[in-house]
């Protein structure tokens, strides 16, 4: 399973969420919840998001 966020491969079933069948890491979920607006990453990890809201039906 791989990353939205981050692209990296992920064992399944290893820790992190799944939205509308797009998964989403252990560390960027913990990224996401922390991540203030003024954050550099912060558009990178909204843009992740957005592929799961936008293009969540495929
Ligand atoms: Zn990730």
């Given amino acids: 399973m791989k990353c939205i966020c981050c ?3 992920k064992i ?3 820790n992190g969420v799944m939205i509308n069948k797009k998964y ?3 560390d960027c979920e913990k990224q996401i919840k922390t991540i203030k607006i ?3 990453k912060y558009n990178f ?3 992740g ?3 799961i809201w936008c293009c969540g039906e495929e």
């Fill in 38 to 40: 003024d954050d550099p």
């Fill in 7 to 9: 692209n990296k491969e």
């Fill in 24 to 26: 989403i890491c252990e």
């Fill in 49 to 51: 998001l957005k592929k």
């Fill in 45 to 47: 990890y909204i843009n």
């Fill in 12 to 14: 399944t079933g290893y």
